[in-house]
């Protein structure tokens, strides 16, 4: 029984270029959550997602970043024109159904250098 | 607007027992207690949560007031494997679908 998968686990990317992370959630979750992780600071809520659909994008960024969790394949959170304050260590959660238990899983993160 | 206060960090002879505090006193009624750990570089783990009564599980026990102003992480005979940062948070239950929200949490390390 595999949890939330992560990948790439790291990435680097020159300014101005894309950054694509993916998230796979634990089976038969169909709720997803980002959070950034900034060096040596906490964790900051990005976005929830349910199939297809985005529930609560409260901490994203207004430009350069965009989130999906299409009904097949896994959730993609996009960078486009990465910056350097962009490297960060990016965590996906899923749960089963809302947070209704309080408990999510989380992946072991993307980490993306922006050179 | 932090709803929950946490000591920085604290540290723990291993094979002790690690006593977390945690202070939530704008805490309401249908708010639970959520303890989470982020150990270095991995992703963050549930550890317990709790709304009134004390709860214990196979990683540790929580501990919570009866005004449930304030509560307790116990982990009874920390390890070095605990060393992490734990983070005490308070969200409502149900099937309300919010996010959690990490505060600074308290660094433990649990030395030799």
């Known amino acids: 029984n595999a949890g939330v998968m992560q990948n790439p686990r790291h990435l680097v990317r020159r300014r101005g270029q894309e950054a694509r992370l993916r998230c796979s959630p634990m089976k038969g979750h169909s709720h997803v959550y980002w959070y950034r992780q900034l060096p040596e600071e906490g964790l900051k809520f990005m976005v929830y997602l349910q199939k297809e659909n985005i529930i609560d994008e409260s901490g994203m960024p207004k430009e350069r970043f965009s989130a999906e969790f299409p009904k097949e394949g896994p959730s993609i959170l996009r960078i486009q024109q990465v910056v350097r304050g962009d490297s960060a260590a990016y965590f996906c959660?899923?749960?089963?159904?809302?947070?209704?238990?309080?408990?999510?899983?989380f992946g072991e993160g993307s980490r993306l250098t922006v050179l | 607007d932090a709803k929950t206060t946490q000591p920085t960090s604290m540290d723990c002879a291993e094979g002790r027992a690690a006593n977390l505090p945690c202070n939530h006193s704008?805490?309401?009624?249908?708010?639970?207690v959520y303890w989470y750990r982020q150990i270095h570089s991995q992703g963050p783990q549930y550890i317990i949560h709790?709304?009134?009564n004390n709860e214990t599980n196979e990683m540790a026990s929580l501990i919570i007031t009866e005004d449930r102003k304030s509560s307790t992480l116990i982990l009874p005979h920390a390890t070095l494997r605990d060393t992490a940062v734990y983070y005490c948070i308070v969200r409502v239950g149900g099937n309300a679908g919010n996010m959690l929200t990490f505060g600074g949490g308290t660094r433990l390390m649990v030395k030799p």
């Open positions: 709790g709304l009134k």
């Open positions: 704008t805490i309401s009624g249908n708010e639970y």
């Open positions: 959660a899923s749960s089963l159904a809302g947070l209704n238990t309080g408990e999510l899983f």
